[in-house]
């Protein structure tokens, strides 16, 4: 399947009816949601409510659990990306990833922007460098490694290495960009820059953010979903959530009643 790209719809994704099991324990139930263009949607609820096994939802990686069964429909630019049809590796090219824990590859700065490039079969010096090049920028990380692009990527600090792998998923030209907790393991300050980084790259692609930083995602987001075992208990623009739930579950879990 070949996903072609339309711009003539405000939705980068569309979820419908989305249920998920491993093996037989089912982790989401019948979650419908929209996920808007160059938008920040984020995704909040207490540990193990299915944020992170839905935004993996989102781009299959649930497909390398064992056991994981989907049913519904998950649409990127109005195809089903568990379709008969749908190439896996061209979805998780369109939709990218980003993990908890920055996990660049051992290798150095400039070859972990050029690895997927290079898969996807650019061989060009010229062009790999102008990937290196803009990748790194697009993720605010250039003039802090421009002149040591062959130091091994794992000296740089937490925050830098999470900004890297952020590059490495820009390098790949994606439309959408999953970010699951990508400052949980930062201090405030490389939060800060991450928190700024999305909002900028929001501008280019549409962003989806796990968080269990409700702050973080009033600051940032322009829509939130409210996951609670594994149902979308409410989903609305961001201000609407925080400042007029309409489901008691929301209510309770923004005021701290439990967590």
């Known amino acids: 399947m070949v996903i072609a790209l339309n711009e003539n719809t405000d939705l980068a994704m569309n979820v419908k009816n ?13 979650v419908s949601m929209p996920i808007r263009r160059n938008k920040i949607t984020a995704l909040i609820g207490p540990s193990g409510c299915g944020k992170s096994t839905l935004i993996r939802a989102f781009n299959r990686m649930n497909d390398l659990v064992d ?35 920055p996990n660049p590859f051992p290798m150095t ?25 803009e990748s790194l920028r697009k993720a605010a990380l250039w003039d802090e490694v421009k002149d040591r692009l062959n130091t091994y990527a794992m000296k ?34 490389a939060t800060k820059k991450i928190e700024e980084l999305a909002v900028q790259l929001a501008e280019e ?3 989806v953010i796990v968080t ?3 702050q973080q995602a009033q600051r940032i987001a322009d829509y939130t979903a409210f996951m609670y075992l594994g149902e979308l208990a409410e989903f609305g623009e961001t201000e609407q959530i925080f400042n007029d739930p309409k489901n008691e579950l929301t209510k309770n879990y923004i005021h701290g009643v439990f967590s």
């Open 109 to 133: 700065i400039r070859d972990n922007i050029t690895y997927g490039p290079k898969i996807h079969g650019i061989k060009d010096q010229k062009k790999l460098d102008k990937i290196v090049e």
């Open 67 to 101: 056991g994981c069964r989907v049913e519904g429909l998950v649409e990127y630019n109005g195809q089903n990306i568990y379709g008969p049809e749908a190439d896996v590796l061209e979805v998780r090219t369109r939709i990218g990833m980003i993990f908890q824990s």
């Open 156 to 189: 740089l600090s937490g925050g830098q290495q999470q900004r890297l792998c952020i590059a490495r998923a820009l390098s790949i030209n994606p439309d959408v960009l999953l970010m699951d907790e990508p400052t949980s393991a930062l201090d405030p300050l």
């Open 18 to 30: 989305l249920n998920l099991w491993y093996g037989k324990n089912q982790a989401l139930f019948d």
């Open 205 to 207: 692609y549409t962003v």
């Open 212 to 214: 269990h930083n409700m």
